[in-house]
């Protein structure tokens, strides 16, 4: 970390693996505002104190581009707070967010794109955060707008935690996919979806300003044929 401080000018940190102390890095991470970026998705950032303090700092970096966060506990008490700093980083175009959200924080992405902050945002990842309910996804669904430039939107599960959405979830899903005009794909792995969801996903595509383009994945592809077993 000591090295590291010494490079100013550094444009992009990536850490391949998880090895190295929080703390350290928090401290010197306001160093390096020619930062775009950061992509510490092998990172667990455990407790609270140090998480905030990282929070704050991401306001920061002026320059941002790609804004790939840790899991753990620390940044799931401080999600609200990291989205809200995201309404200064301008230059923003891909944001990750994997196992810290739930409604709360979930319904904060929202509230901060109506309000302007996320207007070069390309690339949406919220894979794999299972404390969202469908409701928390609705509510979501409903309320995001504002977001003229993004392109893709993940909104997977792992396939043990699947979600049986209920009609007026997948008519508020079509209903936001529609206000996100350059949409050109959208994952939602392991969204169980029945013959009735399916058209009114397919009449939402035939409406889309991207309809020739834009793609839904909801099924997962298997290297083997399935056993199911009654």
């Not at 401080?5 to 890095?25: A, D, G, Q, R, Y």
Request: glycine share 2%; aromatic share 10%.
């Amino acid at each position: 970390m000591t090295a590291l401080t010494s490079c100013k000018k550094l444009e992009e940190i990536w850490f391949s693996e998880s090895f190295f102390n929080v703390i350290p890095f928090v401290t010197i991470l306001p160093n390096f505002l020619s930062l775009k970026i950061l992509n510490l998705s092998f990172q667990q950032f455990p407790d609270k104190e140090t998480s905030e303090k990282f929070a704050y700092t991401l306001g920061s970096l002026n320059h941002l581009e790609e804004l790939i966060l840790p899991t753990g506990d620390g940044i799931r008490q401080v999600a609200k707070l990291i989205i809200q700093q995201c309404q200064q980083l301008q230059c923003l175009r891909v944001l990750s967010f994997y196992q810290v959200l739930n409604d709360d924080s979930l319904m904060e992405i929202a509230k901060v794109a109506i309000n302007g902050g996320f207007q070069k945002l390309e690339n949406l990842n919220l894979s794999i955060n299972h404390e969202i309910t469908e409701e928390g996804y609705r509510n979501f669904f409903r309320a995001l707008d504002n977001l003229p430039n993004l392109q893709e939107l993940t909104i997977s599960r792992h396939f043990t935690a699947c979600i049986k959405a209920q009609a007026t979830t997948v008519k508020a899903l079509s209903q936001c996919v529609l206000r996100l005009p350059r949409l050109t794909s959208l994952q939602m792995l392991s969204w169980l979806l029945d013959a009735e969801d399916l058209a009114l996903l397919d009449a939402m595509k035939e409406r889309h300003p991207k309809s020739k383009h834009l793609i839904i994945s909801w099924k997962w592809t298997l290297p083997f044929s399935p056993i199911i077993q009654k």
